[in-house]
């Protein structure tokens, strides 16, 4: 039957009630509404200027509306952030008067810009190029509206940036007193430091710090503002960790001082700093029960913000903060002992196989006092690290438990972890057999029960396959198909793990690659994920020579279509490296090279490759490319350079820098030296037999 045709959603049902009901009451004549009207309407009377309390936690009211850009503005403040990002100025005196005056035009009008879809960026790049000065005054444009701005989804990253580049400031001023005394144009201007503006805004959000933590936007400011008070680092590496969204869009300025990205070094804070975050610890989050914190552990958007919280407490207050009752792992877990059958015990059991739960039961092991750590592992985990490893989700909180294990304890793990590599290599979770060998290396421990089980798990015809587990892409017409899953990259990883343990667990790797034959090498090299275990091997300072040229022949006659390959490229770059000790391999891959230069020249890829050979030195001056190229690989069979460092050419120098002279090299070099010396001496000798002979004979009686 035909369905109605109907429209979608409650607010179409509401919407036709309120019609009725206005129809009802309406009066003949329609009046027209004005702007106040309209803006009356879409509020409700009792959300603006109040704050609602809901399950215990207040809500700031309504985001109030700060207004539009007209279209003249809009046009202008967009061209402005076209110039900024391409940074195209002749220099930094030009583009400084170049903010000033976006400054003097975005002057009353900072809301309306940070809340805009369009100008928002502008207004992230203006923060990253801004003087302490401007950023002070952004600070008090946006003071007494912080509690909405953080809320919003455009001007939210404004206060993330604003936050991140005054941060370093406070440092600046505390550590520099005579910056708070900087003279100013304006005698009326009073002086406010960056400490103080940080302390108002913290003040401003502080009633609304349990709402802030699960809302969509503001928890991400929340976050890094927590960083900045903590005087913890925000490196890039992390960026993207508990801190940030994983869609945060990258706002920049072409060119710009690297320093001004989104990026904190630690630093030195003042003491209000700390003792504000210790504030925000224990009335604003340790004041809550716990059954709701409980609840932002498994909060998609809370426990991140918690993750944050519980880390900075326990890093920045000492270890022992977890004793103390008002404490945010006290509160989490409140029983003492933890055992089976308590509450705590239900909550850890809980979050180990919770995809969201599991992040913060890692932040709890990776930062739990000793005694604590110990006390969970040996009462929960200490016997299922076999089971945590074979799952999913919990494999990531074993992979923390393995980090914290001394080596007793890591042996046992160990055991147990080795007897599920063959079902952990069947499902492709090989990240917590890679940190296992990480561990082993780090603690000492015997490899070999993972070697014999990876032997097997891996096993072919030709017993241990590397093609098994890096998975390189068909070829189709000499090429391969470039597929970098993430199963192909943490294979990669872990056969790149196994080669930095010698012995047996890196030989499976090296006695694999030297009976690949020629195609299977080549597919492996053109794989981007492969190839990087490629290029480790033939660089591996516990490779051998012979594996080294075994592997390099292979590549004969196709050096020059690798050359050319975005992947490959990469694995004729590490030939270089690779061909220590073997000079005429060398020789024989720069030939090959040389043959291809017009395509290599007409290829980035190409050009790359030809340059990091120094193939034009090759071309041009081929006895001096030879010389110096023997000389960096360390080929016994040739002469070496004088030892005078100042004799070297510049590549040899830095190549030079910092390894000892082998045994062949002090020989020659003491053969030299007497060779010297015996030359001086013979010089000498005959000097004093022709000054003989030159004197006239003595008269005798």
């Not at 928890?219 to 005087?231: M, Q």
């Not at 993207?240 to 001004?260: C, F, L």
């Not at 030299?672 to 006239?696: L, M, P, V, Y």
């Amino acid at each position: 039957m035909p369905k109605e045709n109907r429209k979608r959603g409650r607010r179409e049902e509401q919407k036709k009630r309120k019609h009725d009901h206005d129809d009802h009451n309406a009066s003949p004549k329609r009046h027209k509404k004005t702007v106040e009207d309209i803006a009356e309407a879409d509020v409700p009377e009792d959300a603006v200027g109040q704050d609602e309390v809901i399950d215990g936690v207040t809500h700031p009211g309504a985001i109030p509306f700060f207004g539009m850009l007209d279209e003249d503005e809009q046009e202008y403040f967009k061209r402005a952030d076209e110039m900024l990002e391409l940074n195209q100025f002749e220099g930094p005196e030009e583009r400084k008067l170049f903010l000033e005056s976006v400054y003097k035009e975005a002057n009353g009008k900072e809301l309306k810009i940070a809340n805009s879809q369009s100008c928002s960026r502008l207004m992230e790049r203006l923060i990253l190029l801004s003087t302490p000065k401007q950023l002070k005054d952004l600070f008090q444009k946006f003071s007494g509206q912080f509690v909405h701005l953080v809320q919003h989804r455009f001007a939210s990253h404004c206060c993330e940036a604003l936050f991140i580049r005054a941060a370093p400031f406070v440092t600046q001023e505390h550590t520099k007193p005579e910056l708070l005394q900087a003279p100013s144009a304006d005698p009326d201007e009073i002086f406010v430091s960056m400490e103080n503006l940080f302390l108002y805004t913290l003040d401003e959000l502080a009633a609304y710090l349990g709402f802030l933590m699960t809302d969509r936007f503001a928890s991400h400011v929340l976050r890094v503002l927590l960083v900045v008070l903590a005087g913890a680092p925000l490196e890039k590496e992390n960026i993207k960790s508990a801190i940030h969204s994983k869609r945060k869009e990258k706002i920049s300025v072409s060119g710009a001082d690297s320093t001004r990205d989104y990026t904190l070094e630690k630093r030195k804070v003042p003491q209000s700093f700390l003792e504000a975050l210790e504030k925000i610890l224990q009335e604003s989050v340790a004041a809550q029960e716990t059954s709701y914190l409980r609840l932002l552990s498994t909060h998609p958007t809370g426990n991140p913000t918690l993750q944050t919280l519980l880390k900075l407490e326990l890093t920045q207050f000492g270890k022992s903060r977890a004793k103390d009752e008002k404490s945010l792992i006290h509160k989490l877990l409140p029983d003492d002992p933890i055992k089976e059958g308590t509450e705590s015990a239900s909550f850890i059991n809980g979050l180990v196989y919770d995809p969201i739960g599991s992040r913060l039961l890692e932040t709890i092991i990776e930062n739990a006092p000793g005694k604590l750590f110990k006390t969970i592992y040996a009462e929960f985990f200490k016997e299922r690290m076999g089971s945590l490893a074979r799952n999913e989700i919990a494999g990531y909180v074993a992979g923390k438990i393995l980090e914290r294990l001394g080596k007793i304890d890591l042996e046992q793990a160990v055991k147990q972890i080795a007897e599920q590599i063959p079902g952990l290599v069947e499902r492709n979770r090989t990240a917590i057999i890679k940190t296992v060998i990480e561990r082993c290396i780090v603690r000492n421990v015997n490899t070999l029960p993972i070697k014999v089980q990876l032997e097997a798990a891996y096993g072919g015809s030709k017993g241990f396959e590397i093609t098994r587990m890096l998975k390189p892409g068909e070829a189709d017409d000499g090429k391969t198909k470039q597929d970098t899953s993430p199963d192909k990259v943490h294979g990669s990883l872990l056969a790149q793990t196994m080669m930095t343990v010698p012995g047996p667990l890196a030989n499976l790797i090296f006695d694999s690659f030297m009976n690949l034959g020629v195609q299977l090498t080549l597919r492996i090299a053109r794989d981007p994920a492969a190839s990087r275990t490629l290029q480790a091997a033939l660089v591996s300072p516990n490779a051998t020579t012979i594996f080294r040229r075994k592997v390099i022949q292979q590549f004969y006659g196709h050096v020059g279509e690798l050359a050319l390959d975005p992947a490959g490229s990469h694995a004729i770059d590490a030939i270089w490296e690779g061909t220590h000790g073997l000079a005429f391999i060398r020789e024989r891959i720069a030939e090959e090279l040389s043959e291809n230069e017009a395509a290599m020249r007409e290829s980035y890829v190409g050009r790359a490759v030809w340059r990091n050979w120094s193939m034009d030195l090759y071309r041009r001056r081929r006895a001096d490319w030879v010389k110096q190229s023997r000389y960096a690989a360390g080929n016994e069979g040739f002469q070496s350079f004088p030892e005078s460092n100042g004799d070297l050419p510049p590549m040899i120098q830095s190549q030079r820098a910092g390894r000892h002279m082998t045994a062949i090299e002090l020989a020659r070099k003491k053969h030299a030296e007497a060779r010297s010396a015996q030359a001086k001496k013979d010089a000498a000798h005959e000097k004093n037999e022709t000054k003989d002979k030159g004197k006239a004979p003595v008269a005798t009686h």
